[in-house]
C-alpha cells in the first residue's frame, strides 16, 4: 500500500509540528437544575384527575396528552395541512429573528416548555449572529425531553452555555438562572390553553422575575374565521382525535383505569363568546369507570362530555390589555404572511 506521509527530502529534517488546524470551540456540558420530585407527574396526575372527574362538568388537564405516544401524536399534528400554528409561527421567526436579535439584545434565551427546541434554533441563531447570546436556558417538566434537547443544543451550539431547569412554569419561574438581558420566550401558542385567571396570574409572575429592559416574546393565534380553526382541531384524517384520545390511555396505563377509549368520541367545537376552541371527548355510551389508583369510580351517561383543552385565540388589542396591565410596554408585533398567528415582544418596565 502506497504511504500517506509525505517523503523526506535530503538535508530536510522532518517536523514533529502538526499542522495548523482552527481551534475548535469547547463543549460544556449542559448543567441540569431539578426543582420537581421524582414523584411529582405521578402526584400530579393523581390530584388532577381526582378533581377533574369529580367535578359538576368533567375536565381532564391537557398537559397530560403529553406521553411519549401524545408527543408523536402531536409532532405528527404540527404537519397536518389543517394545522398552521406551527408552520405560521415558524415562518414568522425565520424572517424576524435578527429583529429580535437587535431589539432585545439578550445575553439569555429563556424558553418555557421547551419539549424539543426546535423552534428556539431560529432565535438562537439570531441571538449568536448578533453578537450577544452566552447562554440558552430551556425549561421543562419532562427531565428526560429536556436533557436529550439541552444535549442537542450543546453539541450544535458549541461554547453556548446551557443551563436546563426542570420545573413547572407556574411554579418555578423564579428559579430561572442566565445573564441579563434575558429574553424569556414561550411560543406555540400555548398561552391559549390558559384561562383568562391563569393568563394574568402567568403574566404576573413572568414580570416579577424579570428585571425592568428585559423581554418577553410571546406567541399567540388569532381569532380568524370558525372552518378554519375548527378544522385545525378536527383534521380529516383524525390525528386529532388519537391525540385527543390518549390522555385516557395515560389514565388507563397510569392509573389503572379501565376507559373503553374507543367508547368515546371526539370533538371540537368553537365558542364566540369566549373565542376559544373547545376540545371534548363524548361518551357514546353510559358507562362506569373504575381508577384504582385514587379509589375512584366515575360515572358517564350518554352524551357527557368531558372537556380536555382549551384554545383561546386573540385580537391584538386583547393581547395589548393583558401585557399592560401586568407591567410590560410592547416592543413589537408581528405576524405570517396570512395573518393567522402573531408573535411579539413586551418589555417589562
Request: glycine share 8%.
Amino acid at each position: 500500500m502506497p504511504s500517506l506521509t509525505p517523503p523526506h527530502r535530503p538535508g530536510q529534517v522532518p517536523s514533529l509540528t502538526p499542522p495548523h488546524r482552527p481551534a475548535q470551540p469547547t463543549l460544556i456540558d449542559p448543567e441540569i437544575d431539578v426543582h420537581l420530585t421524582p414523584d411529582y407527574a405521578a402526584r400530579a396526575l393523581r390530584e388532577d384527575a381526582r378533581d377533574g372527574l369529580t367535578a359538576e362538568r368533567k375536565w381532564l388537564a391537557p398537559k397530560w396528552f403529553y406521553d411519549a405516544r401524545g408527543s408523536e401524536l402531536f409532532e405528527e399534528i404540527t404537519r397536518l395541512p389543517e394545522y398552521y400554528p406551527t408552520r405560521a409561527e415558524r415562518e414568522i421567526l425565520a424572517a424576524r429573528s435578527g429583529e429580535i436579535a437587535e431589539l432585545t439584545g439578550a445575553r439569555t434565551l429563556v424558553e418555557l416548555g421547551s419539549g424539543s427546541s426546535e423552534k428556539t434554533r431560529l432565535i438562537l441563531n439570531g441571538l449568536r449572529d448578533h453578537g450577544t447570546l452566552t447562554t440558552f436556558v430551556p425549561l421543562d417538566v419532562s427531565e428526560s425531553a429536556l436533557r436529550e434537547a439541552a444535549a442537542a443544543i450543546t453539541t450544535d451550539y458549541p461554547g453556548l452555555v446551557v443551563h436546563g431547569v426542570v420545573g413547572d412554569f407556574t411554579e418555578h419561574l423564579d428559579k430561572l438562572p442566565g445573564e441579563a438581558p434575558r429574553v424569556v420566550a414561550f411560543l406555540g401558542g400555548t398561552i391559549g390553553n390558559l384561562l383568562p385567571d391563569e393568563r394574568e396570574e402567568f403574566y404576573a409572575s413572568v414580570r416579577e422575575v424579570l428585571e425592568p429592559g428585559e423581554w418577553l416574546l410571546l406567541g399567540t393565534d388569532l381569532v380568524k374565521d370558525p372552518a378554519t380553526l375548527v378544522a385545525a382541531y378536527d383534521d380529516s384524517a383524525g390525528v386529532t382525535a388519537e391525540f385527543n384520545k390518549n390522555v385516557l390511555r395515560v389514565l388507563n396505563r397510569q392509573l389503572g383505569a379501565d376507559f373503553d377509549v374507543d367508547a368515546f368520541s371526539h370533538v371540537a367545537l368553537w365558542d364566540p363568546d369566549n373565542e376559544w376552541i373547545e376540545m371534548h371527548l363524548r361518551a357514546d355510551r353510559a358507562m362506569r369507570v373504575l381508577i384504582p389508583e385514587i379509589g375512584l369510580e366515575v360515572e358517564f351517561a350518554e352524551g357527557e362530555e368531558l372537556s380536555t383543552e382549551i384554545s383561546a385565540k386573540f385580537h391584538r388589542y386583547g393581547v395589548e390589555a393583558e401585557l399592560d396591565k401586568a407591567g410590560f410596554t410592547p416592543g413589537a408585533w408581528w405576524t405570517d404572511s396570512a395573518a393567522r398567528f402573531a408573535l411579539s415582544l413586551w418589555q417589562a418596565v
